[in-house]
């Protein structure tokens, strides 16, 4: 059973320092740049001797309005995602359907009422090489193997807003030598001057296009080469992108 942290510490307490785990044949990674002033808020965790649990949030509001909300989701995503995780054999979709369940209520609680949080949750599957996931009006999750790139769209509203909202949780499977790529609606939504041209965002076909140019493996490497800045000035604050990467 989940037991969440006081209020009284949630409100007060950083989300707890992601330490990416070491996956067999696979690698995660994850950049973010700007000011840290909204919500954006990545995590990944080892829930099995098979499975690792992660995710992208994006929090409506500023980050210091925020900070209770981040580190409640944090432990439901930690603690309720291990125990619902970790059995053998399990449905991971209906396990990924009950976490988002219990992150959509915790939101809630933390905020005090309804916040917007688009949020991508996966669980990749380590001996399988299979991501079971759930898009909850994030922007799409960007999927590249060898015949091209795969978008994995929502499949569900935004957490935060409906206290009986439901997502679907489909599966993928993660091919030798795929790139899987999310990004924070801030990469999307990145506005530029270049030149006389004002207000120019960077766009999701600017990201894949990134994405389709990557030589790199290294998933450090293609999350900088996402998330830094793509013009001289940009005007949007937070930028944050979380690669893995299936090596064999």
């Keep these: 059973m989940f037991h969440p942290r006081p209020a009284e510490l949630a409100?007060?307490?950083?989300?707890?320092?992601?330490?990416?785990?070491?996956?067999?044949?696979?690698?995660?990674?994850?950049?973010?740049?700007?000011?840290?002033?909204?919500?954006?808020?990545?995590?990944?965790?080892?829930?099995s001797p098979q499975r690792i649990l992660f995710g992208l949030l994006d929090v409506a509001g500023r980050r210091e309005d925020n900070r209770g909300i981040l580190t409640r989701a944090q432990d439901i995503l930690r603690t309720f995602g291990s125990e619902l995780f970790a059995p053998p054999d399990i449905n991971e979709s209906?396990?990924?359907?009950?976490?988002?369940?219990?992150?959509?209520?915790?939101?809630?609680?933390?905020a005090e009422g309804v916040r917007s949080c688009p949020a991508f949750i996966?669980?990749?599957h380590e001996e399988l090489g299979t991501l079971c996931y759930t898009n909850a009006g994030h922007t799409p999750g960007l999927l590249r193997d060898g015949t091209g790139i795969l978008e994995l769209a929502s499949t569900g509203l935004p957490l935060g807003l409906f206290s009986h909202a439901t997502t679907d949780a489909p599966t993928v499977g993660i091919p030798k030598d795929a790139i899987l790529l999310l990004v924070s609606r801030g990469v999307v939504?990145?506005?530029?001057?270049?030149?006389?041209?004002?207000?120019?965002?960077?766009?999701?076909?600017?990201?894949?296009?990134?994405?389709?140019?990557?030589?790199?493996?290294?998933?450090?490497?293609?999350?900088?080469?996402?998330?830094?800045?793509?013009?001289?000035?940009?005007?949007?604050?937070?930028?944050?992108a979380f690669v893995l990467v299936r090596q064999a």
């Design 11 to 47: 409100l007060t307490a950083e989300p707890i320092r992601t330490d990416f785990p070491a996956i067999d044949g696979a690698e995660m990674s994850a950049y973010f740049c700007g000011k840290r002033v909204a919500g954006d808020f990545y995590d990944a965790v080892r829930v």
């Design 94 to 110: 209906e396990a990924m359907t009950e976490l988002c369940h219990a992150l959509n209520r915790g939101i809630i609680e933390a």
């Design 122 to 124: 996966g669980c990749y």
């Design 189 to 240: 939504e990145a506005e530029a001057k270049i030149g006389n041209v004002e207000d120019l965002q960077f766009g999701l076909e600017q990201v894949k296009k990134r994405l389709e140019d990557a030589g790199s493996h290294d998933p450090r490497e293609i999350c900088v080469a996402i998330a830094d800045p793509v013009a001289e000035h940009l005007t949007h604050e937070d930028r944050t």
